[in-house]
């Protein structure tokens, strides 16, 4: 509803357009219980206008002001938030794709997809021989989820000059922590091994990840002291796990407690090194890479707390890091592309990525 919000006012605005609706005291009951529908269905979009007020300087501020890719054929989005793209066609952008085996574990083989840039250029014009390396990691909790899941990202910064992989991993309760973060940094060391096959910089590479992605994301960022990872987005996701078990999710709304024994095979009081080793929170030093939290106020699933949370750490450790707060949005957002939450960490995403892999 928030993300569709302005579809719901549009059909509330056309309603009030069928004739002599105010003739009669219900008709116009229901037309004032349909002006105050259209105010709360736009409520989102104009919370994302005021969030997006001041977002770009808040960026060149964190990580350095930059020019996002471009090419004659995709530009960079030029605000956060676009009331007229709100109602554009979210297609994917056609970019050239490839699924490929990285590892083999216990004679199943892992894949990511790879999405290639093709002859694009940067802002400058000049040609992209080889183009930084955005992973994208998928979230479901750790329990589901594939490579395939909200691919829109993806064909977008492929088509402005990135080469991006959407990878699989394997997934718990078969395989519980560490497996996943494994599969990622394996994910990482075959496509720098098969940089100059792909034409990929691999001294350039980005992490974004969504929920358990998002904490995949950090994990390996903070963990596998690799110089060539040069930042990392994490959306919406648990970066501390006890502090997760102590402040559950609503149970009517959502399991944490079993997704938690799922991912880490117990509970704290079984196996509390594991949640610690688990939680990128405890990891964060004078070494922590530029960090970007995109995560909404309203999230009922992860608790916007657990990027406040990270965000002091980096602050305390004067770690280059922004989180950028939607006050309207809830979980998993940005699966309306186009939508206020889709457009904001879109325009986040691109210029963070550009300014950590310029």
């Not at 008709?27 to 989102?44: E, K």
């Not at 009331?83 to 794709?97: D, G, Q």
């Not at 590479?205 to 990872?229: C, E, H, M, P, W």
Request: with cysteine; net charge positive.
């Amino acid at each position: 509803g928030a993300e569709w919000g302005h579809y719901i006012a549009l059909a509330g605005i056309l309603s009030l357009l069928v004739p002599f609706w105010w003739r009669s005291v219900i008709g116009q009951v229901a037309g004032g219980m349909t002006v105050v529908a259209i105010g709360i269905a736009l409520s989102p979009t104009i919370r994302a206008m005021n969030a997006g007020r001041g977002l770009e300087k808040r960026l060149d501020a964190a990580f350095g002001k930059t020019v996002p890719r471009s090419n004659p054929d995709a530009r960079a989005m030029s605000s956060p938030l676009s009331l007229t793209r709100m109602f554009r066609n979210a297609a994917p952008e056609a970019v050239s794709a490839k699924s490929l085996n990285y590892v083999k574990r216990d004679d199943e083989q892992i894949a990511l997809d790879l999405y290639l840039p093709g002859d694009s250029a940067d802002s400058a014009g000049r040609a992209a021989r080889s183009a930084p390396l955005v992973i994208t990691i998928h979230g479901g909790s750790w329990v589901s989820g594939s490579s395939q899941d909200l691919p829109e990202l993806n064909h977008y910064l492929a088509k402005r000059g990135y080469a991006v992989a959407a990878i699989g991993y394997r997934l718990a309760p078969k395989h519980p922590f560490p497996a996943a973060t494994e599969d990622v940094n394996a994910a990482i060391d075959y496509l720098k091994r098969r940089a100059s096959v792909f034409g990929i910089d691999s001294t350039r590479i980005v992490l974004v990840g969504r929920s358990a992605g998002g904490q995949l994301a950090l994990q390996s960022a903070y963990t596998k002291n690799d110089f060539n990872i040069r930042g990392v987005v994490a959306l919406y996701a648990p970066t501390d796990q006890i502090w997760g078990w102590e402040h559950p999710t609503k149970p009517r709304v959502y399991d944490s407690f079993a997704t938690l024994r799922a991912f880490l095979n117990g509970e704290p009081s079984q196996i509390a090194a594991t949640y610690r080793a688990a939680s990128p929170i405890n990891y964060i030093g004078s070494h922590t890479i530029p960090t970007l939290l995109i995560h909404g106020t309203m999230d009922p699933l992860v608790s916007v707390r657990q990027s406040q949370r990270l965000d002091s750490a980096l602050a305390v450790a004067r770690r280059p890091r922004l989180l950028v707060e939607m006050p309207w949005a809830t979980h998993g957002c940005d699966f309306v592309f186009n939508g206020p939450c889709g457009q904001m960490a879109t325009f986040a995403i691109e210029r963070f990525v550009a300014s950590v892999t310029r």
